[in-house]
């Protein structure tokens, strides 16, 4: 006989109307996947995200602590409501339910959410958490489900279902395997796949061989056409952080129009205030020389941004430290344990930036004006992102996440990598 489940309200959160979350609910919400067993076996690659940093993504308040956990500005414009699973006062799952109203205005449809899904291995209790994330989203009015994500294309999005033997990198979902079978089983049918391609072995010269050669053949297919080289016309520059207000203005100037012209499902264009919290935390673990900007006739046309895979350094440490299934994180926000988690991984990532010393990377984001398309250009992006890569020691890649409508980024990389991690997308039609 199933034990009774207890729902927790962890906060709801409605615009410009009432606000029950604060600082512990969400350190509640985000400790709950410790408690997932499956996350510490032996066939888990999981890493656990830094705790301030996931509380920053899902706060929809200004705090005196705003220093450690700004606001997140995507609240300016979403209900949301967090919910937590006991049985016997320990935690058995997850889920949040939200409606994003300038994704809804875009898509003519009002859509309901789902993300942060987490579950014991019991159907049972999956069901109960799913059909509690569905009840609400009922009594919004949405027209369908889809999900899960955080919170749309433009951050984490889907359900893991291939690739459970790969190590996560920074910002890609990871979850454990049985979820999926959760889903269906409760009605959510497949929407659209995201892939992560990651270098065949290593960044090495045979796959820098491999682009040169791509690119050797695009330009002589342009001679052919008596077009010259055609990358004569262009510039390609790395980020100038001395201007980083000016290059971040730049950046959010090419990304809505790239992104909303491409193949991206879930796509909605980001805000200027959301871009500029973006790019600030990417300033915070960013490599100059991993950053690049396309110009021709000085004005940008394309844009690609590489991070260094910091969850190297989560795991390092983590290991090192030898958090197992025996560590449980406090409930409170201002826990000394936790806190002192945060603060060493995060010195950790200052000292092995400054000597820019990792091993992997992840292309974060990659595009060109559907102007210059189908030129070679985000190959040349991918050679010269691979070759400064390799000039500070990086070894491998992963280009994530990558929909699987979008075959203009999706087919050179087929041929320079392989498809490592496949997320799903769902939809439940209400």
Same mark, same amino acid.
């Given at each position: 006989?199933? *034990? !009774?489940?207890?729902?927790?309200? $962890?906060? /709801?959160?409605?615009?410009?109307?009432? &606000?029950?979350?604060? +600082?512990?609910? %969400?350190?509640?919400?985000?400790?709950?996947?410790?408690?997932?067993?499956?996350?510490?076996?032996?066939?888990? *690659? !999981?890493?656990?995200?830094?705790? $301030?940093? /996931?509380?920053?993504?899902?706060?929809? &308040?200004?705090?005196? +602590?705003?220093? %450690?956990?700004?606001?997140?500005?995507?609240?300016?414009?979403?209900?949301?409501?967090?919910?937590?699973?006991?049985?016997?006062?320990?935690?058995?799952?997850?889920?949040?339910?939200?409606?994003?109203?300038?994704?809804?205005?875009?898509?003519?449809?009002?859509?309901?959410?789902?993300?942060?899904?987490?579950?014991?291995?019991?159907?049972?209790?999956?069901?109960?958490?799913?059909?509690?994330?569905?009840?609400?989203?009922?009594?919004?009015?949405?027209?369908?489900?889809?999900?899960?994500?955080?919170?749309?294309?433009?951050?984490?999005?889907?359900?893991?279902?291939?690739?459970?033997?790969?190590?996560?990198?920074?910002?890609?979902?990871?979850?454990?395997?049985?979820?999926?079978?959760?889903?269906?089983?409760?009605?959510?049918?497949?929407?659209?796949?995201?892939?992560?391609?990651?270098?065949?072995?290593?960044?090495?010269?045979?796959?820098?061989?491999?682009?040169?050669?791509?690119?050797?053949?695009?330009?002589?297919?342009?001679?052919?056409?008596?077009?010259?080289?055609?990358?004569?016309?262009?510039?390609?520059?790395?980020?100038?952080?001395?201007?980083?207000?000016?290059?971040?203005?730049?950046?959010?100037?090419?990304?809505?129009?790239?992104?909303?012209?491409?193949?991206?499902?879930?796509?909605?264009?980001?805000?200027?205030?959301?871009?500029?919290?973006?790019?600030?935390?990417?300033?915070?673990?960013?490599?100059?020389?991993?950053?690049?900007?396309?110009?021709?006739?000085?004005?940008?046309?394309?844009?690609?941004?590489?991070?260094?895979?910091?969850?190297?350094?989560?795991?390092?440490?983590?290991?090192?430290?030898?958090?197992?299934?025996?560590?449980?994180?406090?409930?409170?926000?201002?826990?000394?344990?936790?806190?002192?988690?945060?603060?060493?991984?995060?010195?950790?990532?200052?000292?092995?930036?400054?000597?820019?010393?990792?091993?992997?990377?992840?292309?974060?984001?990659?595009?060109?004006?559907?102007?210059?398309?189908?030129?070679?250009?985000?190959?040349?992006?991918?050679?010269?992102?691979?070759?400064?890569?390799?000039?500070?020691?990086?070894?491998?890649?992963?280009?994530?996440?990558?929909?699987?409508?979008?075959?203009?980024?999706?087919?050179?990389?087929?041929?320079?990598?392989?498809?490592?991690?496949?997320?799903?997308?769902?939809?439940?039609?209400?």
């Amino acid at each position: 006989m199933l *034990k !009774k489940i207890y729902i927790k309200d $962890l906060g /709801e959160y409605i615009p410009n109307t009432s &606000n029950s979350v604060n +600082l512990n609910t %969400l350190k509640k919400f985000v400790s709950i996947p410790y408690f997932i067993k499956w996350y510490f076996s032996s066939e888990s *690659k !999981k890493v656990f995200p830094i705790f $301030l940093q /996931e509380i920053s993504d899902l706060n929809p &308040n200004k705090t005196a +602590l705003s220093f %450690l956990v700004p606001r997140n500005p995507f609240f300016n414009h979403t209900r949301i409501k967090f919910f937590g699973f006991y049985m016997d006062n320990k935690p058995v799952g997850r889920i949040m339910a939200f409606t994003d109203y300038n994704y809804s205005k875009t898509h003519g449809v009002k859509t309901g959410w789902v993300g942060h899904f987490e579950c014991i291995e019991d159907e049972a209790v999956a069901r109960q958490i799913l059909q509690t994330a569905v009840d609400y989203l009922k009594e919004l009015g949405v027209a369908y489900v889809t999900g899960p994500a955080k919170f749309n294309a433009n951050g984490e999005v889907g359900l893991l279902v291939d690739g459970f033997d790969k190590k996560p990198y920074f910002m890609e979902p990871y979850n454990a395997p049985y979820y999926a079978d959760y889903f269906e089983k409760f009605g959510f049918k497949k929407e659209n796949d995201w892939f992560s391609m990651n270098t065949d072995d290593s960044l090495s010269n045979g796959y820098l061989s491999r682009i040169e050669n791509m690119m050797g053949r695009i330009t002589e297919r342009f001679n052919r056409q008596g077009k010259g080289d055609r990358f004569d016309d262009f510039k390609f520059r790395n980020i100038d952080f001395g201007r980083l207000e000016e290059e971040i203005s730049t950046i959010k100037n090419l990304y809505n129009p790239i992104w909303g012209a491409g193949n991206h499902p879930q796509f909605t264009a980001m805000t200027d205030d959301e871009f500029d919290v973006l790019c600030q935390g990417i300033r915070t673990i960013a490599i100059e020389e991993l950053i690049f900007i396309v110009e021709k006739n000085e004005v940008p046309i394309g844009v690609s941004v590489s991070l260094p895979n910091i969850n190297e350094i989560i795991e390092e440490y983590d290991l090192g430290k030898k958090f197992n299934s025996s560590y449980m994180p406090s409930g409170n926000f201002l826990s000394f344990r936790d806190m002192k988690r945060d603060i060493e991984i995060f010195s950790l990532i200052k000292t092995r930036l400054k000597k820019k010393q990792f091993e992997s990377m992840r292309i974060l984001i990659l595009g060109v004006d559907e102007n210059f398309r189908k030129n070679g250009i985000d190959s040349q992006l991918y050679y010269k992102t691979a070759q400064a890569a390799k000039s500070i020691g990086i070894r491998h890649g992963s280009g994530s996440q990558l929909a699987d409508i979008n075959f203009d980024i999706l087919n050179p990389l087929f041929k320079i990598g392989k498809k490592s991690m496949t997320w799903r997308v769902y939809r439940l039609d209400i």
